[in-house]
């Protein structure tokens, strides 16, 4: 059966790095500190990035694929070296995992993966405007971006 990749590049928290922090608050970076990797980034996606506010993006997708009555899958890439044991395992026995693991070559993309599994939905998937939680930024400029949170702490 044909299955449809989609390929997504994502950060998740503990992908950060800690710029600073207070008892109220924590400052991130983006882990571009390496212009090698950020030059590959450039050269594999291109002049411009999206920043699109997972949560958001990841509900909106979820909401879509599921009103389709589609059977998908939706992970981060696991990067790992070609003779690696369980991703042999995963490819010869047609595991859905297999479609989540990439050449550590890559790991710089921090790639994450929808797999749509039970029919052909052509070469894209509609999910509606992300105007409301994205926005676009240069490549470049990925290295200056900071990401801050806000908390309190309350007792029970």
């Known amino acids: 059966n044909e299955v449809r990749v989609f390929c997504l590049m994502g950060f998740c928290v503990d992908d950060f790095i800690i710029e600073s922090y207070t008892e109220n608050e924590v400052v991130l970076k983006f882990p571009y500190n390496d212009l090698k990797a950020l030059n590959d980034l450039k050269c594999d996606f291109g002049t411009y990035a999206i920043l699109i506010e997972g949560i958001q993006f990841r509900k909106r997708l979820i909401e879509v694929l599921n009103s389709t009555e589609r059977i998908f899958l939706f992970d981060k890439i696991e990067y790992a070296v070609s003779n690696r044991l369980d991703r042999l395992q995963a490819f010869n026995g047609l595991s859905a995992k297999r479609f989540f693991y990439k050449d550590t070559d ?22 509606g405007t992300i105007t409301g939680f994205c926005r676009q930024l240069l490549t470049d400029d990925i290295p200056n971006q900071r990401v801050k949170f806000t908390f309190t702490i309350k007792e029970k």
Do not use: H, K, M, T
């Open 106 to 127: 890559f790991a710089y993309q921090r790639e994450s993966r929808i797999v749509v599994l039970d029919e052909v939905i052509g070469n894209y998937l509609e999910i």
